[in-house]
């Protein structure tokens, strides 16, 4: 089965056979969090109705924490099923429906796709949290983590010299997860962003941050812990 091969872990992947019923599944998702906007850009361009909860992170449900000790947003709950890495939720997504064939690009060249992940995911976020929020950590290594961050995303800048996107022909699955996580390292000092000289990237976040698609999932929403509103996503 193709979806099989989309997925990151090598175990079984129980949820691949589940199919959606009539209950929407609820998604816990705070707005700013780059992994909850990658998974809300995918379920949306899947057409995937889910019941979204929007979480404060110093005041999490309960609930939430239940169905999810590790408590990290996004949390997908399904029928049967708990996912609670983003990645998981996408691939998921792609597997009840895909009518951009995002997973075309993904599968095309696994190898490069899986790399692509990892550097992002692990080395970028690292550099990237010891940058924005260098007080936490070394605030004397914050132009050191700043630094290496840049190297990855000079990458991408090259990769947008040759493709329009950075998914190919079409906006797709790499553009989606990387890009709100670009936004959020240059919201760290837009101006120094600016001057980077990364004219395609600048570009291409440009865009991506006026689309409909990301204003839409951008949207305000009431918190669901005090108003108890859950939004038909
Ligand atoms: N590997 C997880 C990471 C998710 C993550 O770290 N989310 C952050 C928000 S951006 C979070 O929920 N942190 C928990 C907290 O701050 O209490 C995924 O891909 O979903």
Redesign the pocket.
């Known amino acids: 089965m193709r979806y099989q091969e989309l997925t990151l872990n090598s175990h079984k992947n129980p949820y691949l056979t589940v199919k959606l019923k009539h209950e929407k599944p609820i998604l816990y998702s705070?707005r700013?969090?780059?992994?909850?906007i990658r998974?809300r850009l995918i379920l949306k361009k899947c057409n995937i109705p889910v019941l979204l909860r929007e979480v404060e992170?110093?005041d999490?449900p309960d609930c939430m924490i239940k169905v999810s000790p590790k408590?990290?947003?996004?949390?997908l709950v399904l029928p049967n099923y708990v996912l609670?890495?983003?990645?998981?939720?996408i691939f998921w997504a792609l597997s009840c429906n895909d009518p951009y064939k995002m997973k075309d690009a993904w599968i095309a060249d696994e190898d490069f796709s899986k790399k692509f992940l990892h550097e992002l995911?692990n080395d970028f976020k690292y550099h990237l949290d010891r940058y924005k929020y260098s007080s936490r950590y070394e605030p004397n290594e914050k132009i050191l983590h700043r630094n290496m961050a840049l190297s990855w995303i000079e990458k991408l800048d090259k990769r947008l010299g040759k493709l329009v996107y950075l998914s190919g022909d079409l906006e797709g699955i790499f553009d989606y997860i990387s890009l709100p996580f670009i936004r959020q390292f240059r919201i760290a000092d837009p101006r120094w962003f600016d001057s980077c000289g990364l004219p395609n990237l600048q570009k291409r976040l440009a865009e991506f941050e006026g689309s409909d698609l990301f204003q839409r999932v951008m949207q305000k929403l009431p918190i669901w812990k005090k108003t108890r509103i859950e939004v038909q996503f």
């Open positions: 705070f700013r969090c780059p992994f909850a998974t992170l110093g999490k408590a990290t947003v996004p949390i609670e890495q983003s990645m998981d939720i995911d």
